[in-house]
């Protein structure tokens, strides 16, 4: 099975994508790197060690520069209005009718274009893809589980039907949503979203690929069940360089907007059908792609993590009957075990401002969609950016060995996970407007290669 995944650097950065064939799209040429195999499941049951997920990742990357081109974007991408336009980056999402309960759960998620004259929109285009994540927790075992929801084009059959998740008496589910383009935007008939408290902005100001159904229900839930001690959330367990592992909300990792999207994948066929990445599908759907969501918790999970030592918190997976990663699992561990200074969505945040104005009213509700306080928890934008230079920058100069040894997310960007992660980090300095309060980006300068691959970087501090 091919696979290809697009990992990006958020919707503020450029969009690249790479593979080892070019392939025309939209009267474009767009290529794709290979998704780490697994993407966040272990389909075989159990947690995988970090030693172990650290070579099944760094042989898919390797295995991607001679893989197959991702047919599923050429076969439906659509594209955007005029010739040779980019596919249309706002898409709209139609949640189907009681999303919370097992039915629900297994009916497709509509993708549709928020404005057809802009383009078409379509699932199995990776410039396009949404993607849904549900974690559910049963109160009474204090369990969790996650399930994948399905989305496909409107008006288009799954490629294979959704598996119908068994969910406990009384469970609570939560629901998260990722997007590789600009605002996805969620609706549904009559009062669906509210009824299913999902939340997709403030107003009319979507949050851009970020949103959720009733999260703080789950989160109360969860946090109900840890103070009953009938769930325990893991340890983060120390790292090969003898600080703690990683969080989603460590400073050493976070980026411009922490903690959004999703580690779902799908899989795609060459005609565009799209279908739950399970092994029974995989097998049965011969030569499909995996779509996978470039997120925040894949980094972490799938390549920080293991270049680390660290292995990332895995329950059962209700559609793959093995286990798999979340954003909600990695939120609850980040809430129990990240010590100070703990990274809370900052009012910087491109994500939580309305009309590029810091919004307190949407970075909160950003916010209760990770179980994050709100505001005046947390930075100011100031504090944000310096933490962020000097924690993430000495992290980084410490481990500089070990990531330059790990495979980048995108080899089309940079050539190792220790030049990935010095390139966002420049990235998220530019686009949280760090520069605003006289502070310096603290990667100087980069260095690329011809094809614009970054190779190196120049620190404008060392020494930490």
Request: a neutral charge.
């Amino acid at each position: 099975m091919a696979r290809s995944a697009r990992w990006r650097w958020r919707r503020h950065k450029l969009l690249v994508v790479f593979a080892a064939l070019p392939l025309l799209v939209i009267g474009v040429v767009t290529v794709a790197v290979a998704a780490p195999p697994g993407h966040g499941r272990h389909p075989g049951g159990g947690s995988s060690g970090s030693a172990s997920a650290s070579a099944s990742v760094s042989a898919s990357i390797s295995a991607s520069a001679s893989q197959s081109i991702d047919a599923s974007a050429s076969a439906s991408s659509g594209g955007g209005a005029g010739s040779g336009a980019d596919p249309n980056p706002n898409c709209t999402l139609t949640v189907p009718a009681a999303p919370l309960t097992a039915r629900g759960l297994a009916t497709p998620y509509q993708l549709s274009a928020t404005n057809p004259r802009k383009g078409a929109c379509h699932e199995a285009n990776t410039a396009q893809t949404a993607f849904v994540q549900a974690t559910i927790y049963d109160p009474a075992t204090g369990r969790l589980s996650v399930y994948d929801p399905l989305v496909v084009d409107a008006g288009r059959r799954p490629a294979v039907a959704p598996t119908t998740p068994t969910l406990p008496s009384g469970a609570v589910v939560g629901i998260w949503f990722g997007y590789n383009a600009d605002d996805l935007t969620l609706r549904a008939a009559g009062n669906g979203l509210a009824l299913a408290h999902c939340v997709n902005g403030l107003g009319n100001s979507v949050f851009g690929q970020y949103a959720y159904c009733n999260a703080p229900a789950f989160f109360a839930a969860v946090g109900k069940g840890i103070a009953a001690h009938k769930l325990t959330v893991p340890a983060l367990g120390t790292a090969a360089d003898g600080k703690p592992c990683p969080t989603t909300r460590d400073f050493s990792i976070i980026d411009q907007d922490q903690s959004d999207n999703v580690t779902t994948q799908y899989l795609a066929t060459a005609g565009g059908g799209v279908a739950q990445d399970t092994p029974a599908n995989a097998n049965r759907l011969h030569g499909a792609t995996v779509l996978a969501n470039p997120s925040d918790n894949a980094l972490l999970d799938e390549f920080v993590d293991p270049a680390l030592g660290c292995t990332p918190w895995t329950v059962r997976d209700l559609d793959t009957g093995g286990t798999s990663t979340s954003l909600a699992l990695d939120e609850i561990q980040a809430n129990a075990h990240q010590a100070a200074p703990v990274a809370l969505v900052p009012l910087n945040d491109p994500m939580t401002t309305l009309n590029g104005v810091s919004s307190t009213a949407k970075t909160n509700a950003y916010r209760a969609g990770t179980d994050q306080a709100g505001l005046p928890a947390g930075q100011n934008p100031k504090t944000y950016c310096q933490t962020m230079d000097s924690i993430q920058t000495a992290r980084l100069q410490a481990d500089r060995r070990r990531l330059a040894a790990a495979p980048s997310p995108d080899t089309g960007a940079a050539n190792s996970l220790f030049t990935f992660m010095a390139d966002r980090l420049h990235g998220s300095f530019v686009n949280l407007g760090c520069g605003a309060f006289h502070l310096t980006n603290p990667i100087s300068s980069e260095q690329t290669d011809a094809d614009g691959v970054v190779t190196a970087v120049t620190f404008a501090r060392s020494g930490y």
